[in-house]
Nanobody, 123 residues
Framework: QVQLVESGGGSVQAGGSLRISCAAS????????MGWFRQAPGKGREEVAT???????DYAASLKGRFTIAKDNAKNTLYLQMNRLKPEDTAMYYC?????????????????WGQGTQVTVSS
């Protein structure tokens, strides 16, 4: 059972930066995916960025260039660096993980989810 705990959310002014983290209990799968998703009030869940166990990353087209996903295998921690934040980035951000055979993480079916961390961007 993989447990995920997000941290680092908060309030920031538009144009600012924030890095959120996701601490994962030991992932023993040889091949796995991890990702960041977000959900704003009244909206559906949106896939933000994913990264595979071999380090291949994918991003939502609208966020590429502003957001960067990374993982520290030694610390079992996933990160999302968010730059030039906009009020429309305001959402609850969730970390997710799943085992994979294909290594293709975008639109994968994620089995494990964290509780989320709130990011609020004010104008």
């Amino acid at each position: 059972q993989v447990q995920l705990v997000e941290s680092g959310g908060g309030s920031v002014q538009a144009g600012g930066s924030l890095r959120i983290s996701c601490a994962a209990s030991s992932i023993t799968y040889t091949r796995y995916c991890m990702g960041w998703f977000r959900q704003a009030p009244g909206k559906g869940r949106e896939e933000v960025a994913t990264i595979s166990s071999d380090g291949s990353a994918d991003y939502a087209a609208s966020l590429k260039g502003r957001f960067t996903i990374a993982k520290d295998n030694a610390k079992n921690t996933l990160y999302l660096q968010m730059n030039r934040l906009k009020p429309e980035d305001t959402a609850m951000y969730y970390c997710a993980a799943t085992r994979t055979r294909s290594g293709y993480c975008w639109y994968a079916n994620y089995d494990y989810w964290g509780q989320g961390t709130q990011v609020t961007v004010s104008s």
